[in-house]
């Protein structure tokens, strides 16, 4: 996994869901440079409706599935979210949809949601929520979710109108559309992508990668493109969006004098002819140290 994220070019990642001991503990050895790797932000567990652990985790060990949080009421999401900070957590997941089975999605309760959203929001932190479908939106907007790691993949319902709410409530969405390439509505859920962005929704990058057990990026690159997403568009949800979302664009997302010192070199300009040139990655510079270097072409 980590190589996977210095080889497609990434200097800041965003973990949405992880066992935090694991992940924290990564995360000190890349600050300390023993693991030349990303910045990286974690969710910790995330947070499942009750009796809604989803069903593709149903291979978790027993112990590990013991500690997904579940809560019940909206005292025991705060106390989740409180124990994932207590752990080292940045941001806070949701998942207001969860699919206990390929074709039954449960939700999480509005208050519960509220609640850890508030938490969260308490401690300065973005809240992110996996939707699956209109009520999963519908939620989330209304516990004041901050972003959306996934458009919808149950799309009956999800118009222009709660588009244009969604950006007025100044949330911003994640399109792993390579996720949904497979579906029979990836067109509908690439046009809720682009109405997004036209809107004036901020977009931000991202993969999900660790469900996805393929590491390659350039999918996802292609299926922007297929939305109608520019090479500028594309560059900004890699870069000054996502600087903006977390509120480091005084020192990340540009390349300037005093800043963070992250840098991505390309081997093919994605700006002519291919977005996917976005994935042919030469150098991955993270605070001005080289943390991934592509093996010669012979």
Avoid: C, W
């Avoid at 949701?94 to 089975?101: K, R």
């Avoid at 070199?265 to 991934?292: E, M, Q, T």
């Amino acid at each position: 996994m980590q190589s996977m994220l210095t080889h497609s070019g990434f200097t800041t990642v965003v973990d949405l869901s992880s066992d935090p001991n694991n992940t924290t503990a990564l995360r000190r050895r890349v600050e300390s440079g023993e693991v030349a790797g990303p910045r990286i932000y974690t969710a910790g567990f995330g947070l499942y409706p009750p009796h809604g652990i989803p069903f593709y985790l149903d291979d978790l060990p027993a112990t590990l599935r013991a500690r997904l949080p579940q809560p019940a009421t909206p005292a025991e999401a705060v106390e989740a979210v409180r124990q994932n900070q207590a752990l080292g957590s940045d941001v806070v997941k949701l998942f207001t949809g969860s699919y206990l089975t390929p074709d039954n999605i449960t939700h999480l309760p509005l208050d519960i949601a509220r609640a850890a959203v508030s938490e969260g929001h308490r401690h300065s932190q973005l809240v992110f929520a996996h939707p699956s479908d209109l009520e999963g939106i519908r939620i989330a907007v209304d516990s004041g979710v901050d972003v959306l790691a996934h458009p919808p993949e149950k799309v009956v319902g999800v118009d222009d109108a709660l588009v244009k709410e969604m950006v007025a409530r100044h949330m911003a969405m994640i399109p792993t559309l390579k996720l949904f390439s497979g579906s029979g509505h990836i067109d509908r859920i690439r046009d809720i992508v682009m109405q997004f962005h036209i809107t004036g929704g901020r977009l931000l990058f991202g993969t999900d990668t660790g469900f996805l057990t393929d590491y390659d990026v350039s999918e996802e690159y292609r299926q922007l493109e297929l939305a109608g997403l520019s090479f500028r568009d594309v560059l900004s949800l890699l870069t000054t969006n996502p600087a903006a979302e977390f509120n480091v664009s005084s020192h990340a997302g540009s390349v300037r004098l005093g800043g963070d010192g992250d840098l991505t070199v390309l081997s093919a300009d994605p700006a002519v002819g291919d977005l996917r040139n976005f994935a042919h990655v030469l150098f991955a510079i993270h605070a001005g140290r080289v943390i991934f270097e592509a093996p010669p072409q012979h």
